[in-house]
């Protein structure tokens, strides 16, 4: 079974650039999560989405960044104009049921860097 | 609200010898805890979980991980450390509001010294 899938892999750009980072989730997994990865500010839960509805959007960090979720099977994170402070990790991560007990399932992530 | 605690953020340890990554909790419910491991440039890893069946968790690679309720924590142990254990290591409790999301620890780096 193919896991989460982010892409792309890196990303650098130059500040004031519009910046989309995407990722597929696992099939049949209902709930997705997007992270930021620091090494000031360790993970961040960004934002996460029930049956495609974002729930908790009160990570995001500004309104420069926006996350959608137009079907199951894809979502993105897009940063518009990009910052260099918005350089990091970004990780994509899905998980089935619903349910506090499920474990989430990790993406290798998009490395981002902001000149 | 939930919160975890990761007591050091290096650990070093010979090969062979004893893993011990320490977690503490805090919750004001039965928590669900479970560790990550993350590689350098990928993503976390589940390594085990605790979700209120018994106290002592077996995970992959050799590692568990005992839930102590009296103690609120969920420590991480390997009896013989490998070399490709280096990596950090991450404490998460998830926050039980009818929704899902983990609180995770600022992580441990384990370095497995030859």
């Known amino acids: 079974d193919a896991g989460v899938i982010q892409s792309p892999r890196h990303e650098v750009t130059e500040m004031g650039q519009e910046v989309t980072l995407r990722c597929k989730p696992i099939s049949g997994h209902n709930s997705l999560f997007w992270y930021r990865q620091t090494m000031m500010r360790g993970l961040e839960l960004l934002i996460y989405f029930n049956n495609n509805v974002p729930i908790d959007d009160s990570g995001m960090p500004e309104d420069r960044f926006s996350a959608k979720m137009p079907n199951a099977s894809f979502s993105t994170l897009k940063i518009q104009p990009s910052e260099p402070r918005d350089s990091a990790v970004y990780f994509c991560?899905?998980?089935?049921?619903?349910?506090?007990?499920?474990?989430?399932?990790f993406g290798d992530g998009t490395r981002l860097s902001i000149l | 609200a939930q919160s975890v605690t990761q007591l050091g953020s290096h650990v070093s340890v010979s090969e062979g010898a004893l893993v011990l990554l320490r977690c503490n909790y805090s919750?004001?419910?039965?928590?669900?805890l479970f560790w990550y491991v993350q590689y350098p440039n990928q993503g976390l890893q589940l390594l085990l979980k605790?979700?209120?069946?018994?106290?002592l968790v077996k995970g992959i690679n050799g590692f568990e991980a005992e839930f102590k309720k009296s103690e609120t924590s969920f420590h991480l142990t390997k009896p013989s450390a490998h070399m490709s254990d280096a990596a950090e290591y991450f404490c998460?409790?998830?926050?039980?509001?009818?929704?899902?999301?983990?609180?995770f620890g600022q992580g441990t780096r384990l370095t497995i010294n030859p």
């Open positions: 605790y979700t209120s069946a018994a106290t």
């Open positions: 998460a409790v998830s926050v039980i509001e009818g929704a899902q999301k983990l609180v």
């Open positions: 919750s004001s419910v039965p928590p669900y």
């Open positions: 991560a899905s998980s089935a049921g619903g349910l506090s007990n499920q474990p989430q399932h």
